[in-house]
């Protein structure tokens, strides 16, 4: 069973980084059958679509975040991570990791991780 | 804004069937997958590809697409079937981006 789970600050101050990390059980971020991706969720709002990378390292992401975000693969940990740079209160949502399949849908999400940006 | 344009709100009287719907031009090219998402939980899919369920999910849920809208339709909605209900496909621009529609709140009366 493919398991999922993000880590990270909690609390991220005005014009910093928020950095998380996705750890994958069950499953191998080598694999190219599927991409890692990061999703968020404002409180009381709708999903968004922050990017995936595949194992390659390839990268995509949303293009109203795409000059701060950074998303990176650590094949040795089985990991992948989330950098979002300059945050303000609006980057304040719930985090979710999740394995998208190449063939366009999400099969795994992470629970999610409520980060607030406060200082 | 969403590339993805869903009703922000359906309603259905227990047992009766909804059709909640998502609509792009993306989707004259994609499929769309759909999650089901209850307060405090992590969404979960329940219809992807043309109209699959993935294990687990009750065969209530059925999904079928024409032109620019995809549709998740729910034959006798059950109490436990209220939450927001996303789509999620490709956007229109050609570079593998992926969108959300704005979800839709299912009220079970």
């Known amino acids: 069973q493919v398991q999922l789970q993000e880590s990270g600050p909690g609390l991220v101050k005005p014009s910093e980084t928020l950095s998380l990390t996705c750890t994958v059980s069950?499953?191998?971020?080598?694999?190219?059958?599927?991409?890692w991706s990061w999703i968020r969720q404002p409180p009381g709002k709708g999903l968004e679509w922050i990017g995936y990378i595949y194992y390659s390292g390839s990268t995509n992401y949303n293009p109203s975040l795409k000059s701060r975000v950074t998303i990176s693969v650590d094949t040795s940990k089985n990991q992948f991570s989330l950098k979002l740079s300059s945050v303000t209160a609006a980057d304040t949502a719930v985090y979710y990791c999740?394995?998208?399949?190449?063939?366009?849908?999400?099969?795994?999400w992470g629970q999610g991780t409520l980060v607030t940006v406060s200082s | 804004s969403s590339e993805l344009t869903q009703d922000p709100a359906v309603s259905v009287a227990l047992g009766q069937t909804v059709r909640i719907t998502c609509q792009g031009d993306s989707l004259r090219s994609y499929y769309a997958s759909w999650y089901q998402q209850k307060p405090g939980q992590a969404p979960v899919l329940v219809i992807y590809?043309?109209?699959n369920r993935p294990s687990g999910i009750p065969d209530r849920f059925s999904g079928s697409s024409s032109g620019n809208t995809a549709s998740l339709t729910i034959t006798g909605a059950q109490a436990e079937d209220e939450a927001d209900y996303y789509c999620?496909?490709?956007?229109?621009?050609?570079?593998?981006?992926?969108?959300f529609g704005g979800g839709t709140k299912l009220t079970v009366l």
């Open positions: 069950g499953g191998s971020v080598s694999s190219g059958s599927y991409y």
């Open positions: 999740a394995r998208e399949r190449i063939q366009l849908w999400i099969d795994y």
């Open positions: 590809g043309k109209n």
């Open positions: 999620n496909s490709r956007d229109s621009s050609g570079n593998h981006l992926r969108v």
